[in-house]
């Protein structure tokens, strides 16, 4: 091995080392939150984490027990989901049974799409639901405590249409090829 060729080693291992223990910040705001999701989907602009929104809206959103399409289904913080956690009405099943859409449940950081809840409550009043988690294919194994729903002063266009009967597809989950992922997150990191 010649001098050079020694040389040329030693500074690529140094690198390679030096670079190796340089600290990169990860890049948060590049994972999509059920917060920024549920804001920019509903038009509800109430900022912080989940668990914040029901105490958030009030007097500033009507606040319910019934669902509509449009609305914000709010699970408060638990010891399973400390932050809580937001997602949007997407259709009315029955009294018993909705469609939401959401983000980061099933799976870090995807929006889940006309994704099965159902009432589990003994009152029939939307006080404990189950929602669809896809990773089992199934129900979730937890209930989980819902505080009610936030209604947006005005529905957010998709949701105007679907309250209406129209625009009704049904999807499990939206993967990031349409680009939505990446335009919401360009949005929310603004």
């Given at each position: 091995?010649?001098?050079?060729?020694?040389?040329?080693?030693?500074?690529?291992?140094?690198?390679?080392?030096?670079?190796?223990?340089?600290?990169?910040?990860?890049?948060?705001?590049?994972?999509?939150?059920?917060?920024?999701?549920?804001?920019?989907?509903?038009?509800?602009?109430?900022?912080?984490?989940?668990?914040?929104?029901?105490?958030?809206?009030?007097?500033?959103?009507?606040?319910?027990?019934?669902?509509?399409?449009?609305?914000?289904?709010?699970?408060?913080?638990?010891?399973?989901?400390?932050?809580?956690?937001?997602?949007?009405?997407?259709?009315?099943?029955?009294?018993?049974?909705?469609?939401?859409?959401?983000?980061?449940?099933?799976?870090?950081?995807?929006?889940?799409?006309?994704?099965?809840?159902?009432?589990?409550?003994?009152?029939?009043?939307?006080?404990?639901?189950?929602?669809?988690?896809?990773?089992?294919?199934?129900?979730?194994?937890?209930?989980n405590p819902v505080s009610g729903f936030i209604y947006p002063q005005?529905?957010?266009?998709?949701?105007?249409?679907?309250?209406?009967?129209?625009?009704?597809?049904?999807?499990?989950?939206?993967?990031?090829?349409?680009?939505?992922?990446?335009?919401?997150?360009?949005?929310?990191?603004?």
């Amino acid at each position: 091995m010649t001098l050079k060729t020694f040389a040329r080693t030693a500074i690529a291992a140094a690198l390679l080392t030096a670079g190796s223990m340089t600290a990169v910040p990860a890049l948060a705001s590049s994972i999509l939150q059920c917060v920024p999701y549920a804001r920019e989907a509903s038009g509800v602009e109430i900022f912080g984490n989940a668990n914040t929104w029901w105490a958030q809206a009030e007097g500033r959103y009507e606040r319910g027990r019934e669902p509509r399409v449009g609305a914000v289904m709010h699970f408060p913080g638990t010891r399973a989901m400390p932050i809580g956690h937001v997602a949007v009405v997407s259709r009315i099943i029955n009294s018993r049974e909705i469609l939401i859409d959401h983000a980061n449940w099933s799976y870090r950081g995807q929006i889940e799409r006309d994704v099965r809840v159902v009432d589990v409550s003994p009152n029939n009043d939307w006080s404990m639901a189950r929602v669809w988690y896809g990773r089992i294919n199934d129900l979730g194994l937890r209930p989980n405590p819902v505080s009610g729903f936030i209604y947006p002063q005005e529905l957010a266009p998709r949701y105007a249409a679907r309250a209406r009967g129209g625009d009704v597809q049904l999807a499990a989950l939206t993967p990031d090829a349409s680009g939505e992922l990446a335009a919401i997150v360009e949005r929310v990191g603004r």
